[in-house]
């Protein structure tokens, strides 16, 4: 089966589940499992990988540009700035480098890693140059809470924002009290980073109960859970074989009334706001 798409504000079609990257290139021993990995993903359909400039120094950004060599047109490469360059001069010189650790003359949409001290201003103003350049095609967010969007579309050019990516799983859901509905209201989807809590929800014995019902993983239902709702992406990271199938079977898994009912009283929703969490 085809994974499902997402459309930006751009009107872009892109996968509700792509491929993370977040602690690749941190050992070289460990390269080549990471890009077989990525490239077995590309082939099951999760053309969208997200990286970053902060993620081993660049040293994600290389393995990524390995495993998407000759086929880069097939992939949708999301990657972003750390706030500490995101000045106009320093976000620009920043893609540049990044286009160079990733082997390609574009990125599809960079973000910025968080806000930082450089006003939206100055980092909007060097994304725009950088679409001219077509450097990059479409830009973002990450972690932004609801006052820094708010923010950030008050600033001119603000409205071009694509995503914002945020931390979200069923242990993680403070954003559904504003934040959430206040970008799907936009259509600004979510980018949903640490979608399984970097594993540590899955011993959880609800999880894992549902799981069983479905002949599934607990990782699977908790993917599952996200990818049923609207405006929202997945990007789980996975570096051996068996954990990228477990994440792309997650796409095909349709969970009922009686699970999600379940899974709210085991992970309740926000009664009220909450400070935007990160890792």
């Avoid at 574009?106 to 103003?125: C, K």
């Amino acid at each position: 089966m085809t994974i499902p798409t997402t459309t930006l504000p751009s009107g872009t079609a892109v996968p509700v589940l792509g491929q993370g990257t977040w602690y690749m290139g941190e050992d070289s021993r460990d390269r080549a499992r990471e890009v077989a990995a990525l490239r077995l993903g590309l082939d099951l359909g999760m053309t969208l990988i997200d990286t970053a400039e902060m993620y081993a120094e660049g040293g994600a950004e290389e393995v990524v540009g390995e495993a998407i060599a000759g086929r880069r047109d097939d992939v949708f490469l999301v990657s972003k700035v750390l706030p500490m360059n995101a000045s106009r001069r320093g976000t620009i010189a920043a893609c540049e480098r990044s286009l160079k650790r990733l082997r390609t003359d574009r990125i599809d949409l960079y973000l910025l890693h968080w806000r930082g001290s450089p006003d939206f201003a100055e980092t909007i103003g060097a994304f725009e140059t950088l679409m001219r350049e077509g450097k990059i095609a479409r830009w973002g967010v990450s972690n932004l809470d609801l006052q820094d969007m708010e923010e950030l579309m008050d600033t001119p050019g603000g409205e071009g924002v694509q995503t914002n990516q945020l931390l979200y799983n069923l242990t993680r859901r403070g954003i559904e009290h504003d934040l959430q509905p206040w970008c799907r209201a936009r259509g600004i989807p979510v980018m949903a980073y640490s979608p399984i809590e970097q594993g540590r929800m899955l011993r959880h014995p609800e999880l894992r109960r549902i799981a069983e019902r479905h002949g599934a993983t607990p990782a699977q239902v908790g993917l599952a859970w996200l990818l049923r709702q609207d405006g929202v992406i997945a990007i789980p990271k996975a570096s051996d074989p068996a954990h990228v199938r477990d994440n792309r079977a997650a796409a095909d898994l349709r969970l009922d009334g009686q699970d999600l009912a379940d899974l709210d009283r085991a992970f309740p929703p926000p009664r009220g706001p909450r400070p935007l969490e990160m890792l």
